[in-house]
């Protein structure tokens, strides 16, 4: 492309479909496998079919293209595998909640294979949206090895899985207390469930002795459940109830006689000290009732109803109205002693939001603990087939999950998912194979019934590093890109998915899957509360790339049933709506404000705070490129290959030069830690507040173009090298900020002078790297003493409200004891210091006298900055008005010593925040100091 003006203004909506097509088409996303040089892998996390693009997988994929766009630029074989993942449980909640709204049916009477013909098509239709999504955000994910978790490659190496976790006897089937979710009517995992606390009752029960009268009263917050009792608890050592331990008492309306039993996990605190133990609906109760040999009566069924053998009077009512008979009934028949409101632990599903029912069934397992041990050794050892999290403290968290692990059951009793390959026959034996097999293998009979039930979608989920990669095959994929480089994922997952991946990865291929964990911080609205629909905080990454109005937003939630206090929540949150910033600004906005802490409080504004830095960075490259006419990048790369070249270039080019190392070293060793923020804050400071603050505004006056540059030869040659080392630093800029914002650096880079030999996108340039040549500790010192100096003078002009159009003359009075080069530098670049603060200098001996209402500042330990007031100011009108500032500060000051006086707010605040009240504190507490001298430079007091 030829180098031609920027527009006037950055408009990412015509900027970004535009690059995003020629990346695309030119094939720049894909890795091969087969060349010679060094790979770098990462495996996306697959998003669940049913999702779309949410802020958590803005983060994470911004993370993980940041990573892969610099390790590209670097010359690595970068591969970064897309994918999607079937989500079995969140399909089936989302497509039988349609199927009862259209057609008020449910799967199963719909039947199973027209279940799953309508799964495939709604997956075909509506489930690859996500990559659109993904592809809009620039993320460069190498899309032709695209995979999904049910397609054919992956059933194959889910199948080889299992067949060979059975055959190692790692893979089991037993009948054991499981989560059972009614509403789906699937089993569920631990970490599939949510224990929250709520407003409930605890019920206090009289269970008759069955001799010599008396009685025992047990607490429960389950009465309904006591009608599958079949033991009381006591603690052996509750003296309350000794004399009653190994008599019967008699279950109220059942009729039957149960035990009274000592163990020592009843708690004799809670309620009564006496519980009621019903084996077949709580686990606790069921390992109470393996110690002491108690019958197991199971008396719900899948649907949350009631069976037998519950008395008749019961079966078939749910266990909601279930309950409200037991505890009528009990109260009629003088059983109920009491009634409290309690705060009940309650486990729900964390998909369907269901009440679990805690059953006995038979479902298949796997042997975790095996499995887990190499995957411990991985990370606590030091060899070479190690993994490490970053950041660190999250080892701690893994390792205690994983020695504490236990057996998984990985069957659901759902449609949408990897078959279980097992096959039973009528004689009750279960032959597993890699196909149908003719016959049983244990009897022989040939009528054999495929397993209902289908994989939880973790277990396809934990092969995903190397399933995608071509296992079982001993693939050129699997030998180039696994292990993995690093895993970008949420703390939240760890259980579910990391720890599983580093299992079966171990386990199958010898290697874990990634060297490198990075788990990344949790994003909330500014005030740190999670975002929720329910809550009206959600901010939708679409939204900022492409902007929406209040009145869209409004109607968007009204089409997922939001409650009107969450869609007031939107229109306090969102008034003016979500202007539309691009995909750079959230992307970069992520990054600088992706921490070590655990959480990343965005809003609205901050998100515009960096997109007005992309607006900077694009206006000064609009004014470079207005003023590089004449510019030989060439003749201009020659000089800067010489010593002679550079030495030859003036201060303030040596020092851009040489801050541009720094920047490109900072942001080299940050990226190499995975201190995203670090690296992006080390680009905005150095394009900010060195480039375009600074370097810029003194290139300006070597860039004019009057006819008097005809005739003066060596500023011809001045102007030349300015536009070079500005062209230079834009370039060179656009390299290091690409991986964060790709967008608008490709579009900048393309129409920026460079010499020809180089790619034909900035994607598949080399990233810079720290250059010790262009280091010019000399440069950077005496550009620091300009900055000093015309920073304090500028203060001084901002503390007396002097107008920036009025002309000052000023004094810079250099004390004997300062080093004496400093004079002779701030001589050589007076020009520079004035142009800067808008003052004319005078530079001469220190003095102890000065003019009537003089102002004063100084740099460093000797000069100081002596600014004549008369005539300048209103002095009266300035002393009320820094008063006036005095008690706005003080105010603000007490404020904050009040709240961070509060151990409380100190203890209970995110540590981000009360850093943040503390810098505010600091910040207040120098204005103040600067306000109180600047009055008593007028007489104030």
Not at 470 to 490: A, M, Q
Request: aromatic letters at 8%.
């Amino acid at each position: 492309m030829t180098t031609s003006a920027l527009p006037k203004q950055y408009d990412p909506s015509e900027v970004e479909p535009r690059w995003l097509r020629f990346w695309m088409e030119n094939g720049y996303y894909h890795a091969d496998e087969s060349s010679p040089t060094v790979p770098y892998a990462i495996t996306l996390p697959p998003p669940n079919v049913t999702g779309s693009l949410h802020i958590g997988h803005a983060l994470g994929s911004t993370m993980q293209d940041i990573l892969i766009r610099w390790k590209r630029m670097q010359g690595f074989n970068a591969m970064w595998m897309p994918g999607i993942d079937h989500a079995s449980i969140a399909v089936h909640v989302l497509l039988e909640r349609d199927l009862k709204r259209r057609e008020n049916k449910t799967r199963f009477d719909l039947g199973r294979e027209e279940f799953l013909r309508r799964a495939w098509a709604w997956k075909e239709k509506s489930g690859n949206r996500i990559g659109e999504q993904e592809k809009l955000m620039g993320f460069s994910l190498d899309w032709p090895r695209e995979r999904f978790t049910m397609d054919d490659k992956s059933n194959r190496a889910v199948l080889e899985a299992f067949v060979r976790l059975h055959e190692e006897g790692l893979i089991f089937r037993a009948k054991r207390m499981i989560n059972w979710d009614p509403a789906s009517e699937t089993v569920v995992s631990d970490l599939e469930v949510d224990t929250v606390e709520e407003n409930g009752w605890l019920w206090s029960i009289r269970y008759p002795l069955v001799e010599g009268g008396g009685e025992i009263v047990v607490a429960t917050t389950r009465p309904e459940t006591m009608l599958g009792d079949t033991a009381v608890a006591v603690h052996p050592d509750d003296e309350r109830y000794q004399a009653l331990i190994g008599k019967e008492v008699e279950l109220p309306l059942t009729g039957r006689r149960i035990p009274i039993v000592a163990d020592g996990w009843v708690d004799p605190a809670f309620g009564t000290g006496a519980v009621k133990v019903t084996p077949a609906h709580d686990p606790n109760d069921y390992e109470i009732g393996q110690r002491h040999g108690l019958p197991i009566l199971e008396i719900l069924d899948k649907r949350g109803h009631v069976k037998a053998p519950a008395p008749e009077k019961y079966v078939g009512m749910f266990v909601e109205k279930a309950r409200k008979h037991v505890v009528a009934d009990l109260e009629a028949a003088g059983f109920l002693v009491g009634t409290k409101e309690y705060k009940v632990p309650r486990n729900r599903s964390q998909r369907s939001g269901a009440v679990i029912e805690p059953m006995l069934m038979d479902q298949w397992w796997l042997r975790a603990a095996p499995l887990a041990e190499k995957a411990i050794a991985a990370v606590e050892g030091t060899g070479p087939n190690k993994t490490r999290f970053v950041p660190e403290l999250w080892t701690k968290t893994y390792l205690h999950w994983m020695t504490n692990i236990r057996d998984w059951c990985i069957s659901r009793q759902l449609w949408w998912g990897h078959r279980i390959p097992a096959w039973h026959c009528a004689c009750g034996h279960i032959t597993v194979a890699r196909a149908e097999p003719p016959a049983c293998a244990a009897c022989g009979v040939s009528e054999l019934v495929q397993d209902n039930d289908v994989l939880d979608t973790w277990f396809s989920s934990g092969l995903w590093p190397f399933s995608t990669l071509g296992w079982p095959d001993k693939t050129r994929e699997l030998s180039t890109f696994y292990p993995n480089n690093v895993l970008v994922t949420g703390p939240d997952i760890i259980f579910f998915w990391v720890a599983r991946m580093m299992m079966m990865g171990l386990h199958f291929t010898g290697k874990v899957p990634f060297r490198t964990v990075y788990l990344t911080s949790i994003v909330t609205d500014e005030n740190g509360e999670k975002m929720s629909k329910m809550k009206g905080n959600v901010i939708d990454p679409l939204d900022v790339v492409y902007g929406a109005t209040l009145e869209h937003l409004l109607k968007r939630a009204d089409a997922d049933n939001v409650p009107d206090q969450a869609q007031r929540a939107i229109k306090k949150n969102f008034a003016k709506g979500i202007p539309a910033m691009g995909a750079d600004a959230l992307r970069f906005a992520l990054a600088a404000l992706n921490t070590s802490g655990r959480y990343i409080r965005l809003s609205i504004d901050r998100v515009e705070g960096y997109r007005n830095f992309i607006n900077k960075l694009w206006n000064a490259s609009r004014f470079a490129l207005m003023n590089l006419d004449g510019y030989d990048p060439e003749r201009f790369e020659t000089q800067l290959a010489s010593p002679q070249g550079r030495a030859a270039l003036a201060m303030p080019e040596r020092w851009i030069l040489s801050r541009l190392q720094a920047a490109t070293a900072e942001v080299d060793n940050a990226l190499e830690s995975f201190r995203f923020s670090d690296a992006a804050n080390a680009i905005y400071q150095f394009v900010w507040y060195e480039l375009c603050d600074w370097y810029i505004e003194v290139a300006k006056a070597h860039l004019y173009t009057g006819p008097e540059l005809e005739q003066d030869h060596a500023k011809a040659v001045h102007r030349h090298v300015v536009q070079g080392v500005l062209a230079t630093a834009l370039e060179t800029t656009m390299r290091l900020l690409h991986p964060f914002a790709p967008y608008v650096t490709e579009e900048i880079w393309q129409k920026l002078p460079k010499p020809p030999q180089l790619p034909s996108s900035l994607m598949i340039t080399i990233f810079p790297r720290s250059d010790a040549a262009f280091v010019d500790a000399t440069a950077e010192s005496e550009m620091q003493l300009v900055k000093d100096v015309a920073v304090a003078c500028r203060m001084l002009r901002a503390t007396y409200n002097v107008p920036t159009s009025q002309a000052i003359a000023v004094e810079l009075r250099i004390s004997s004891s300062v080093d004496p080069t400093a004079r002779e530098r701030l001589e050589r670049h007076r020009a520079i210091v004035e142009r800067a603060a808008r003052i004319t200098a005078t530079i001469s001996e220190a003095s102890a006298e000065y003019p009537e209402g003089a102002a004063k500042a100084l740099v460093g330990a000797g000069i100081e900055i002596v600014m004549p007031l008369g005539g300048l100011i209103d002095v009266a009108a300035e002393r009320a008005r820094i008063g006036k500032d005095i008690g706005k500060v003080e105010k603000e000051i007490a404020a904050l010593e009040k709240k961070l006086g509060d151990a409380k707010f100190v203890e209970r605040a995110p540590e981000d925040v009360v850093a943040e009240q503390r810098q505010r504190l600091a910040d207040e507490q120098t204005r103040r100091q600067r306000l109180v001298d600047a009055l008593g430079t007028l007489g104030g007091a």
